[in-house]
């Protein structure tokens, strides 16, 4: 099982950018599948970028192009930089990994997931 602790929301104007790390510990042996996805208020849960061990990255159509997912095995930290923000990506972004699941649209089903950062574009 592995813990996963999100920081780098925020509000920012409409194309702004920000990058969201996270921090994994606990089991981080374990050959992961991790991204992030996303809940607006009222809203489904939206998966956003996910990225495999092979650092092989799968997008939303919503922000492909705008976001890139990537991550760092030797300081167990994932990263969602995000650029050209519009008020849609206004949600609450969650940190999720899994060792079986892979993939953007299975996302919000991952094993484990972080408490989420908010993040605010208007």
């Known amino acids: 099982h592995v813990q996963l602790v999100e920081s780098g929301g925020g509000s920012v104007p409409v194309g702004g950018s920000l990058r969201l790390s996270c921090v994994a510990s606990?089991?981080?042996?374990?050959?992961?599948?991790m991204g992030w996805f996303r809940q607006a208020e009222g809203k489904e849960r939206e998966g956003v970028a996910s990225?495999?061990?092979?650092?092989?990255?799968d997008y939303a159509d919503s922000v492909q192009g705008r976001f890139a997912i990537s991550r760092d095995n030797a300081k167990d930290t994932l990263y969602l930089q995000m650029n050209s923000l519009k008020p849609e990506d206004t949600a609450t972004y969650y940190c999720?990994?899994?060792?079986?699941?892979?993939?953007?649209?299975?996302?919000?089903?991952?094993?484990?997931r972080g408490q989420g950062t908010q993040v605010t574009v208007s």
């Open positions: 606990g089991d981080t042996d374990s050959e992961y599948c």
């Open positions: 999720a990994a899994d060792p079986q699941r892979c993939g953007v649209f299975l996302l919000p089903r991952y094993k484990s």
């Open positions: 990225i495999d061990d092979r650092f092989n990255a």
